[in-house]
């Protein structure tokens, strides 16, 4: 279920032919979220209709109907207008953190940003560092850049998830 699927290692290649086996839902997802990167990157908002109809059998879909008009937005323009933020930031923090646990069950490792980076806990700027995992805002017209807090929370994240990873792995 990896970026390296049909390219990766023969060990690659066999874990995703079990994974599909055993979840052939899967493979569906993985087309829906293919077919919505390759949406978003291409800026075509008049593919959004057939992906919602293509995708609709999946929890990836789920809500997009009712917020087709912000997707369209996010699609056609390369910053958010702010207008609909709120609502739509609100949704989606619920539906992220409410997929974790269903990831969990299935083995994902979530990696965040631990209260122990001193940028969680600065009183000198604004800054968004979130213990889910290192952001920054750009602002509507993408203007504002990451500040070094920021940068470093990155850092100390990136870290973080390679050593995991080197102990799952090891």
Do not use: C
């Not at 008049?46 to 919602?52: G, N, Q, Y």
């Not at 809500?63 to 609909?84: C, L, N, R, Y």
């Not at 209260?115 to 009183?123: A, C, D, E, L, V």
Request: proline share 4%; no cysteine.
């Amino acid at each position: 279920m990896t970026t390296e699927r049909e390219t990766g290692s023969a060990q690659t290649v066999l874990i995703n032919a079990v994974i599909e086996k055993a979840v052939p839902a899967l493979i569906i997802a993985r087309e829906a979220l293919d077919r919505f990167h390759a949406m978003m990157r291409s800026k075509d908002e008049a593919r959004l209709d057939p992906w919602i109809a293509m995708a609709a059998d999946t929890k990836l879909a789920a809500g997009a109907e009712a917020d087709k008009d912000a997707i369209a937005v996010a699609i056609a323009t390369p910053w958010s207008s702010g207008q609909v933020e709120g609502k739509i930031n609100r949704r989606k923090a619920i539906k992220r953190f409410s997929i974790m646990t269903n990831l969990m069950h299935f083995g994902m490792t979530i990696v965040g940003l631990p209260y122990s980076h001193p940028g969680q806990g600065t009183i000198d700027e604004i800054v968004v560092v979130a213990p889910y995992g290192a952001t920054t805002i750009a602002g509507s017209d993408g203007s504002r850049h990451p500040s070094e807090i920021e940068l470093a929370g990155s850092r100390h994240q990136g870290m973080l998830v390679a050593t995991t990873a080197a102990k799952l792995f090891d």
